[in-house]
């Protein structure tokens, strides 16, 4: 399994922006289908943006427009960038990864079904304030 590191979480006002890292041991471009997730207090956790191993992204529908995912692969890491965050973006932010198959399953929200990822990181906290 890949090791994930996330960093970047923090409290910010509504309407501003955060910018989440995620950390790899390994060499994942291409080669692992990667993932943010996250879960607020007293709800499922959910797929808020995905990489599949050919480059293509998907988004959860309450997301689009505002949080966009990127990598860098020269240092094995993995972004969200998060503009125009409202409190209702207010969670614990997980980055994850999979090496099952070439993409993965989509939740009912639109954004990568958490389920279809086997390693995770400890989650770094965003908190948004209105």
């Known amino acids: 399994q890949v090791q994930l590191v996330e960093s970047g979480g923090g409290s910010v006002q509504s309407g501003g922006s955060l910018r989440l890292s995620c950390a790899a041991s390994r060499y994942t471009y291409r080669n692992y289908c990667m993932a943010w997730c996250r879960q607020a207090p007293g709800k499922e956790r959910e797929g808020v943006a995905g990489f599949d191993t050919v480059g293509s992204t998907t988004y959860a529908d309450a997301v689009k427009g505002r949080l966009t995912i990127s990598q860098n692969n020269a240092k094995n890491t993995l972004y969200l960038q998060m503009n125009n965050v409202t409190p209702e973006d207010t969670a614990m932010y997980s980055c994850?990864?999979?090496?099952?198959?070439?993409?993965?399953?989509?939740?009912?929200?639109?954004?990568?079904?958490?389920?279809?990822?086997?390693?995770w990181g400890q989650g770094t906290q965003v908190t948004v304030s209105s």
């Open positions: 994850a990864a999979s090496d099952g198959g070439w993409s993965y399953a989509l939740g009912s929200r639109g954004g990568p079904h958490p389920a279809s990822f086997g390693s």
